[in-house]
């Protein structure tokens, strides 16, 4: 399908899920569609699976604009506790589009989380309490992070997909690679086996020296590697050290709970020049200060001894204290306090998911999981950016569950033909 479609089917408020392959333009055709809305003062709701994905679109965690947090479940009165919160109360009255990007992350029963929520906010028993949803990603990408035998559902099992009457739109035009040769490995990683040519491009890159005058990201599959390069990369600069450690109170299980989960270290060593991500949202006067996945470089330190962090886009912040919690309602039941930061010179193929790279060292000599190396790759702009440290057979293969749902999901798009307004009580068409 063709992008100017898509947003005439978005524009008449069908809820959608949007999907092609890397680099077809889906965080593009997002974000022209949320222009528009705002334009035309449609009020939306900008989320997405993950706080890194969320920078990509100006936008915020589904599970911190739901109000969910980190909970697996939401009982009735917990439901009932959200809707008496007055920030929730306040967005969720203006809100008539939601928007969730990076939904291969995103775990069924947290949909149906989300879908509960909007309904009693909005006192509506339709999908989403009547919001317009629409939903972007692809499913051949990094499935959803399960944490102590949780088994990751993709989104398309959870209850309301179905309920939701959704439009497929599947992207099918290639914007991010300068060379043929990227797309011609991930589209061969995408019929279930690489095929020779394919495999000689991607082995042609291994130990290959990069000549580039930009000085790689690397990228890892697990964070011991991470951990280890970020603190060899701190060594090299010679600049005075400043330490924080991390403060924390409440029930111990919660509190262990909290720091396993906190993407802040537990103690936080920077410099001058270190190359940093921040790892929490910021929100000043409706307006983002920075988000989660935020990166840039540390340029000095305030008269508090707090670091002043110059972000890629230029503007300067400081990077004061901030507190993650898990509370039952109004009551604080464990709290930890750090400075939202974290070293970057290094990270891991999770956390890439959504970006655009230039070059790159990739180590996928140790990948765990189905789409690793896919989405890793297809990151980078050209093969002559690649830098391939290790691979082994895993990395090239995607989740064989996918295939047969990607092959319906091309099938739905390819059968659009009239497209009709939606109506929805107390919303019409956005045409």
């Known amino acids: 399908m063709k992008q100017n479609k898509v947003l005439e089917i978005l524009k008449a408020g069908h809820n959608v899920f949007l999907t092609g392959p890397a680099g077809s333009g889906k965080t593009f055709l997002l974000n022209k569609y949320i222009k528009y809305l705002k334009e035309n003062k449609v009020g939306v709701a900008v989320t997405a699976s993950t706080g890194i994905a969320a920078t990509h679109i100006g936008g915020r965690t589904i599970h911190s604009w739901a109000g969910i947090g980190i909970k697996d479940s939401l009982n ?19 809100v008539s589009v939601l928007i969730i990007d990076e939904i291969s992350m995103l775990h069924a029963h947290r949909l149906d989380m989300v879908n509960k929520v909007c309904q009693a906010f909005k006192r509506n028993n339709l999908p989403f309490g009547g919001i317009q949803v629409i939903m972007a990603g692809d499913f051949f990408q990094l499935p959803p992070v399960s944490r102590g035998g949780e088994k990751a559902e993709f989104a398309y099992n959870s209850r309301v997909w ?6 497929v739109c599947y992207l099918n035009e290639q914007y991010r690679y300068k060379d043929k040769s990227i797309s011609q490995i991930l589209k061969s990683m995408r019929t279930g086996v690489i095929d020779s040519q394919a495999h000689k491009l991607l082995f042609s890159r291994l130990k290959k020296k990069l000549t580039s005058s930009v000085k ?19 060594g090299k600069i010679k600049n005075e050290e400043h330490e ?38 910021k ?35 400081v990077a004061l204290p901030d507190s993650w919690t898990v509370d039952d309602d109004e009551l604080i039941l464990a709290k930890i306090t750090q400075v939202p930061l974290r070293l970057a010179w290094a990270i891991t193929v999770h956390k890439s998911q959504g970006m655009t790279l230039e070059v790159a060292e990739i180590d996928l000599s140790r990948s765990f999981d189905f789409g690793m190396g896919y989405v890793a790759l297809s990151r980078l702009t050209s093969l002559e950016g690649l830098c391939l440290l290790g691979i082994n057979e895993m990395a090239c293969q ?33 045409l």
């Open 283 to 317: 929100f000043k006067d409706e307006e983002t200060v920075y988000v989660n996945g935020s990166m840039g470089t540390v340029i000095g330190f305030n008269k508090e001894n707090f670091p002043i962090v110059r972000l890629v886009s230029g503007k300067e912040v």
């Open 244 to 281: 924080y450690k991390m403060t924390g109170s409440g029930e111990k299980r919660l509190l262990e709970f909290l720091k396993k989960n906190c993407l802040a270290p537990e103690k936080l060593v920077l410099k001058v020049g270190a190359q940093v991500m921040f790892v929490k949202n």
């Open 162 to 167: 179905l309920e939701m009457e959704l439009m």
């Open 76 to 94: 009735a009165t917990e439901i009932k506790a959200l809707t008496k919160k007055t920030y929730l109360k306040k967005q969720f009255e203006t």
């Open 398 to 430: 995607l989740n064989p569950q996918v295939f047969a749902y990607d092959r319906e999901f091309l099938a739905l798009s390819e059968n659009i033909r009239d497209i009709k307004p939606k109506i929805i009580k107390n919303q019409g068409s956005l």
């Open 216 to 234: 790689p990201i690397k990228l890892f599959t697990h964070n011991v590697d991470v951990d280890t390069i970020n603190t060899i990369e701190l």
